[in-house]
């Protein structure tokens, strides 16, 4: 907590203490066994590197893969999970084209935490799952956006697994308003990065065949403002193609 105000009272200046406190920090990412200890050095990264944003670059390719151990690891506390999630979103809209070599990795670890499911009568499992998904879109919201300024042609090899992801997550009923506004917030993001190239996603047979009638019903469904407004974008993008 007090290195993050620190961050964000220095903001650039920062910069010049990164070298002796960063190493320090993703030691803690090493330790999977502390979990608090975990979550808390992943909150610190996430408000780091939206201090340094770009300047964050050249620490992409050490914290990247401890993130995606953490979330591979099967013995982990389950609670360190959404917040690493959430943490490979500020990384990637942080710095852009300095992720791009991970996105196979991070694209298909965010299939497979789609795919867990919960017992519908277990509201703690499914207020867990809600909030993996939850952090699900915000991985891809960043990841997305912060693509797309300067290499948008990289989203394309996985654009197939982007919509599958979206279409599995959809499909399940028993999802929050977050989760919806997620989903409309990514299918938004990846139709404004890619444009036209997004067309053979969308007819019949493909993996984006039902992207128009998702956002439709986000739409009319929404149960907030800010749902409305995200749906309400992805229509709108949807529309120009």
């Not at 390719?61 to 993130?67: A, I, Y």
């Not at 990384?91 to 919960?118: C, K």
Request: aromatic letters at 6%; a negative charge; hydrophobic letters at 45%.
């Amino acid at each position: 907590m007090g290195i993050s105000a620190l961050a964000s009272a220095l903001d650039q200046q920062f910069l010049r203490y990164a070298p002796q406190f960063l190493p320090v920090l993703f030691n803690c990412l090493r330790n999977l066994g502390e979990y608090e200890l975990l979550k808390t050095a992943v909150g610190v990264v996430g408000d780091i590197c939206r201090v340094l944003g770009n300047n964050f670059a050249p620490y992409t390719q050490e914290v990247v893969p401890l993130l995606l151990s953490a979330l591979s690891n099967a013995q982990i506390n389950r609670s360190v999970k959404p917040p690493v999630l959430s943490c490979l979103g500020d990384i990637g809209l942080s710095v852009g084209p300095a992720i791009v070599s991970f996105l196979p990795l991070i694209f298909q670890t965010l299939a497979r935490a789609s795919t867990l499911a919960a017992n519908h009568e277990d509201e703690d499992q499914v207020e867990y799952v809600n909030s993996l998904r939850e952090s699900i879109f915000e991985a891809l919201t960043g990841i997305i956006q912060g693509v797309r300024s300067s290499q948008p042609a990289a989203l394309l090899p996985h654009v197939n697994l982007i919509l599958n992801t979206i279409t599995h997550v959809f499909s399940d009923p028993v999802r929050t308003d977050a989760v919806a506004r997620g989903i409309a917030s990514a299918i938004g993001d990846i139709t404004h990065a890619i444009g036209t190239q997004l067309r053979p996603a969308l007819v019949p047979g493909a993996a984006g065949e039902n992207l128009k009638s998702i956002v439709m019903e986000i739409l009319q469904n929404a149960e907030s403002a800010q749902t409305q407004e995200s749906a309400s974008w992805a229509k709108e993008m949807l529309d120009k193609l």
